[in-house]
């Protein structure tokens, strides 16, 4: 049957501003983090990742923070631009049997909405 | 950088066929590739692992007689999707990984197929 349509949460940032980004893990064993852009239509494209032994790592205009005590990682975007706007993906990467490195599993996503 | 091209990029078909989407790694050998799936609004959901030269491992729920995967070469790596329906249609992202080696993990993901069935 029909899936049921989903809306991704929206963040509305004007043009200039911070954007703050949140995501929620689930797995207490994932070691290593990563964000990514994706724009309608194309593959996700590869920001900024962190290992678990660090809580916080800047790149160019973004910075990703975690909180392993609670499970939580965000992104913060400076000087958000027009260009930026595009859904953003959290993903862990898991431990699995199947595979000595673990498998990446994406949150749920952000949509980022930059205004003028 | 790495790229990662899949072909094609959209396809429609009519309910029952088969289509087979391709993921290739263009500048990188790639020991095991991934394939996604990801419905409209939603995030990427993992369905299968294929390491080169070995079977597919399909996550829970995914059926390996429906969703076919050949990864026979380190650059190369094929989705079918067999019997589609229109339930299958669906946006279909490959990704890949390089070969041992680096410390750091690298996935490279391709820009996805577009699949309507009809």
């Known amino acids: 049957g029909e899936s049921v349509g989903l809306h991704l949460p929206t963040l509305s940032v004007q043009e200039g501003d911070n954007s703050i980004i949140n995501c929620a893990y689930s797995?207490?064993?994932?070691?290593?983090f990563i964000w990514y852009k994706q724009e309608s239509g194309k593959g996700p494209q590869f920001i900024i990742d962190?290992?678990?032994?660090?809580d916080k790592r800047q790149g160019q205009r973004v910075t990703v923070l975690l909180n392993k005590t609670v499970k939580h990682l965000s992104l913060q975007i400076a000087a958000t631009q027009p260009g930026d706007s595009a859904v953003y993906f959290c993903?862990?990467?898991?431990?699995?049997?199947?595979?000595?490195?673990?498998?990446?599993?994406f949150g749920a996503g952000t949509q980022v909405v930059v205004t003028p | 950088g790495a790229v990662v091209s899949q072909h094609p990029s959209w396809v429609i078909c009519k309910s029952g066929t088969s289509v087979k989407i391709e993921c290739r790694s263009l500048d990188f050998q790639a020991t095991t590739m991934f394939w996604y799936r990801q419905f409209p609004k939603q995030s990427l959901m993992l369905m299968a692992t294929?390491?080169?030269?070995?079977?597919?491992?399909?996550e829970q729920g995914v059926e390996k007689d429906k969703f076919l995967i050949n990864h026979a070469s380190l650059t190369l790596s094929t989705l079918t999707v067999t019997s589609a329906h229109p339930e299958d249609s669906s946006f279909y992202i490959c990704?890949?990984?390089?070969?041992?080696?680096?410390?750091?993990?690298?996935?490279?993901f391709g820009p996805g197929t577009r699949l309507t069935v009809t």
């Open positions: 797995n207490s064993a994932s070691d290593y």
């Open positions: 990704s890949a990984r390089e070969a041992l080696g680096r410390e750091a993990y690298e996935q490279y």
């Open positions: 962190i290992r678990s032994n660090m």
């Open positions: 993903a862990e990467l898991v431990p699995s049997w199947a595979d000595s490195w673990g498998k990446l599993q």
């Open positions: 294929s390491n080169e030269g070995s079977k597919a491992t399909y």
